[in-house]
């Protein structure tokens, strides 16, 4: 039994973010291929987590005292639960680093654990804040789900449609959206630009959403909360847009939408030059217009090839990441 422990008994929300993307898409695939998995939930959120990801094996737990009787290998996913565990316990940090102020606690949490990042990036910058050897710190990178690589693409309409589908959230980049969209230069593009309205879970999310109620330059779409219909809006796609602010620990979008046989355009920053499947131009954060020069080359580019998107499917597989977390798991844990 494999048991990922999601943190402090928050529910796991669909369409919020890769640690939710990453987690549903191992526990899935280790079911699917007869190894026993499931998600662990501390407190009250854990039916909540089953609305959102029916059919995933979901464990809710009164306390995190409780943890300590599960069978087989505890992956704790971000953070730890100061609890003793009956085989060797893994952490695999999806998260960039936090602030200093909580060093102390998080280097509690890998102590006498098995370290788990899930990029080179972000094992580099894990060693350097724990003050431990890189190679302490193994890597599984992240994966597109299947489906993403199947899914049929739409014909092509007369205009180049382009999206952002990250959280609203300032380091996520919409703020540099919205600014590329005020300027004359994008305006010359006469490409469709659409933005996913995810994140609403947190304030920052709904502040922004309150503020693009009824915006003009843009046409705004309902978060997609499941892999099928984010794999559907994908391949209505032509262009996805990551402006991040801050250095992401991965990007798993990005490969996602080259899956889909989108071109994507992205900041250099943190991992996401890692999330290279072919079809990724990288350009500078902060910078409207460099999204808007990269826009333009892109549309010159025209759309993908099938055998583009063939070769960018080979890459951050499902099977490969899960194949990478076995590796450096307790060998029994496979046992059934």
């Given amino acids: ?129 724990l003050k431990i050897p890189s190679s302490d710190i193994d890597v599984v990178m992240p994966f597109a789900d299947p489906r993403y690589g199947v899914t049929a693409r739409s014909m092509p309409t007369q205009k180049v449609r382009v999206l952002y589908a990250g959280r609203l959230h300032p380091e996520k980049g919409i703020y540099t959206i919205l600014e590329m969209l005020q300027h004359y230069r994008m305006k010359m593009l006469d490409v469709h630009m659409s933005i996913v309205m995810a994140g609403l879970h947190v304030e920052e999310g709904r502040t922004i959403a309150h503020m693009l109620r009824d915006y003009q330059h843009a046409e705004l779409i309902g978060s997609q909360k499941t892999v099928g219909s984010m794999a559907d809006l994908l391949a209505r796609t032509d262009i996805l847009l990551m402006p991040s602010v801050f250095a992401e620990p991965f990007g798993m979008l990005s490969v996602e939408a080259q899956h889909s046989g989108c071109r994507v355009i992205a900041s250099s920053l943190g991992g996401l030059p890692e999330t290279n499947c072919g079809l990724l131009t990288l350009v500078e954060e902060r910078n409207p217009q460099a999204l808007i020069t990269a826009i333009g080359e892109a549309v010159a580019l025209g759309l993908s090839t099938t055998k583009e998107r063939k070769a960018a499917v080979h890459e951050f597989t499902l099977s490969r990441s899960v194949d990478s977390l076995l590796k450096y798991l307790p060998s029994e844990t496979t046992a059934r």
């Fill in 1 to 129: 039994m494999i048991s990922f422990v999601w943190p402090s008994g928050e529910a796991m929300l669909a369409g919020t973010g890769g640690s939710e993307t990453f987690t549903a898409g191992h526990v899935r695939e280790l079911v699917s291929r007869g190894i026993d998995a499931q998600v662990v939930i501390i407190g009250t959120a854990a039916t909540q987590t089953r609305q959102d990801f029916p059919g995933l094996p979901i464990v809710g737990l009164l306390h995190e005292k409780e943890l300590s009787d599960l069978p087989g290998t505890v992956v704790f996913v971000n953070q730890a639960y100061d609890v003793p565990t009956k085989n060797k316990a893994v952490i695999i940090l999806h998260c960039a680093v936090p602030s200093r102020l909580e060093q102390r606690e998080r280097k509690k949490d890998t102590v006498g654990k098995t370290i788990i990042a899930t990029s080179v990036y972000n094992a580099q910058q894990w060693a350097l804040y």
